[in-house]
């Protein structure tokens, strides 16, 4: 059984089509999404651009759709929620259809391409998404957002929470270099996750933009058991008895 860590999308340089893959987008898409399944939402529709996302809406239609996301860390102007989770409760999102972009996290999952399983991972579902990954292939490979094109801490500390619940379930794993380092770091920080972040670019920008309740939930581990599993470009609830 192997494990890889790409840094950002477009480090990808095999192909994942035997692969089961995780998404993370810790601050704070993969979250949002996490939390939306979580209370209910019927679907998540990622695309690319605002332009992309207006035209999907009007293309549904109906008052159960929502613009959701972000540019810059803020609300898109005419979008229903922003890319902030604490927006995304059940009574705001529960049977809705959300057709959500952001900055970097919704690019990752478009950019990413064919693998066997794509689930979107966080420090809030980190358990149950290894599990689901495990239970699709005996190759894994998780795919960060990053920050524009870069490497962003906190995706690669919940790769490394990741890839610890996976050792945990199975014993020791064939790991590539930056899951070995992903790992590592999980385990010298994992005891204070927030403080470990302090000074990280993403950490920084979300902060001065007043978000830092939005940070401190997202480093919530474990409280939540929906996977979202995205087939034909469309997320939706895992069924776990499947």
């Given at each position: ?9 477009g ?18 898409a ?166 470990s ?13 007043g ?30 008895g499947a």
């Amino acid at each position: 059984m192997s494990i890889d860590v790409y840094a950002t999308a477009g480090a990808i340089e095999k192909d994942l089509r035997n692969h089961a893959c995780v998404i993370v987008d810790v601050l704070r898409a993969s979250s949002v999404i996490t939390t939306a399944i979580e209370h209910g939402c019927k679907s998540v529709i990622p695309v690319a651009e605002v332009e992309d996302a207006a035209m999907m809406a009007r293309q549904l239609g109906g008052e159960r759709v929502l613009l959701c996301g972000e540019r810059q860390g803020l609300l898109i102007p005419g979008f229903n929620l922003s890319n902030s989770p604490l927006e995304y409760t059940q009574e705001a999102v529960s049977g809705r259809v959300l057709v959500m972009s952001t900055t970097n996290g919704t690019r990752a999952i478009l950019r990413t391409g064919s693998c066997k399983a794509m689930f979107m991972g966080s420090f809030l579902n980190a358990k149950a998404v290894a599990e689901a990954a495990l239970s699709q292939s005996d190759s894994i490979a998780i795919v960060c957002a990053g920050t524009g094109g870069r490497y962003s801490l906190d995706d690669i500390l919940c790769s490394g929470a990741i890839i610890s619940r996976i050792i945990d379930m199975t014993g020791k794993q064939a790991l590539c270099d930056l899951s070995r380092t992903a790992l590592a770091l999980y385990d010298s920080y994992s005891e204070d996750l927030f403080t470990s972040l302090q000074g990280s670019q993403h950490f920084e920008r979300l902060r001065s933009l007043g978000f830092e309740e939005d940070i401190r939930y997202c480093l919530q581990e474990d409280v939540m058991q929906a996977v979202p599993v995205c087939v034909n470009g469309v997320i939706r609830k895992l069924d776990r008895g499947a």
